[in-house]
C-alpha cells in the first residue's frame, strides 16, 4: 500500500514563499505519475501540478504557471511556490498513480487519474 505524506504547510503573507514536500513510503512500484491537488473551503478539489516519471514534461493549471514549481528527488516529491497569492490558500495533497497501472482515460490534473492520496496540508496566505 503506498503512503504518501505531506508536509511543509503555514501561514505566510502575500509575495512569500512555501515548499511543499509529499514522502513516498511502503511503495512496491518504482515509477509514478505525481500530483498535486488543492482544495480551498466550499470549493471542489483542482489539479495543480504533475509530473511523469521520467521528471519530463511538468504541467501545471493556469493560475499557477510561473509561481509554482513541481520537482521529484528520490522518495520525495516537491512544490515550491512563489508570489504567494491570497486565492493559494486552501489544503494542498499530493497523489500517486503507478506507472505500472498502465494507461489512464483521465488526464493527470484530474483527480479520477490518481490511486492514492496523502492527507493534506494547509497554505494560508494572508493579504
Known amino acids: 500500500q503506498v503512503q504518501l505524506a505531506e508536509s511543509g504547510g503555514g501561514s505566510v503573507q502575500a509575495g512569500g514563499s512555501l515548499r511543499l514536500s509529499c514522502a513516498v513510503s511502503r511503495s512496491p512500484y518504482s515509477n509514478n505519475y505525481m500530483g498535486w491537488f488543492r482544495q480551498a473551503p466550499g470549493k471542489e478539489r483542482e489539479g495543480v501540478a504533475a509530473m511523469s516519471p521520467s521528471g519530463t514534461g511538468p504541467i501545471y493549471t493556469d493560475s499557477v504557471k510561473g509561481r509554482f514549481t513541481i520537482s521529484q528527488a528520490k522518495n520525495t516529491v516537491y512544490l515550491q511556490m512563489n508570489n504567494l497569492e491570497p486565492e493559494d490558500t486552501a489544503m494542498y495533497y499530493c497523489?500517486?498513480?503507478?506507472?505500472?497501472?498502465?494507461?489512464?482515460?483521465?488526464?493527470?490534473?484530474?483527480?479520477?487519474?490518481?490511486?492514492?492520496w496523502g492527507q493534506g496540508t494547509q497554505v494560508t496566505v494572508s493579504s
Open positions: 497523489a500517486a498513480r503507478p506507472l505500472a497501472w498502465g494507461a489512464s482515460r483521465a488526464t493527470p490534473l484530474t483527480q479520477q487519474f490518481y490511486n492514492y
